[in-house]
């Protein structure tokens, strides 16, 4: 299973989410990656904040690096998981076939409840938005880990 996570500049939350479901899943049966819709960032570290944010739990983001959404991000992933509404409609966008178009969702939709929610962009806003950022990506990554840990 090859699993890509997708935000919009690839230092906030889609890193944070790579970074996540790799620490909890086998990495000889699940790949992960992230990258953004936008090439703000290509081979920048994820935002400090967010490292830290991490850190704090447990997780390492220092060495992940950004890189921009393309449509060959299609043929080389078999789930690609935006963190909201705009992501999903910049990657549908460069969608080529129905085929590639079901590969696409929302983070939040693994979670009860959460078919249209977006995770919220914490670049903006204080610490506490990096940790409740945290708290909704670290909980979709456990679902998603479930689902795939034997598949």
């Known amino acids: ?7 919009l500049g690839n230092i906030c939350r889609s890193p944070l989410a790579e970074g ?3 620490s909890k899943v ?3 049966k699940v790949t992960v990656d992230s990258a953004g819709t936008a090439g703000y960032h290509v081979e920048e570290a994820p935002d400090v904040r967010m490292i830290k944010t991490a850190r704090r739990h447990g997780i390492d983001l220092a060495t992940l690096r950004g890189r921009q959404f393309g449509p060959e991000d299609f043929d080389r992933f ?3 998981y935006v963190m ?3 992501n999903y409609e910049e990657v549908m966008a460069q969608a080529r076939r129905q ?3 079901e590969k696409v969702k929302l983070l939040l939709e693994e979670l009860p409840g959460g078919e249209a929610m977006a995770v919220p962009d914490p670049y903006f806003g204080g610490e506490e938005g990096f940790e409740n950022v945290y708290k909704l990506v670290d909980e979709a990554t456990t679902e998603i ?3 795939y840990s034997d598949g």
Request: proline share 4%; net charge negative.
């Open 26 to 28: 086998d990495p000889q």
């Open 20 to 22: 996540l479901l790799r």
């Open 84 to 86: 909201d509404h705009d």
């Open 78 to 80: 078999d789930q690609i």
């Open 1 to 7: 299973m090859r699993i890509l996570m997708v935000c």
């Open 145 to 147: 880990a479930k689902k």
């Open 99 to 101: 085929e590639d178009r």
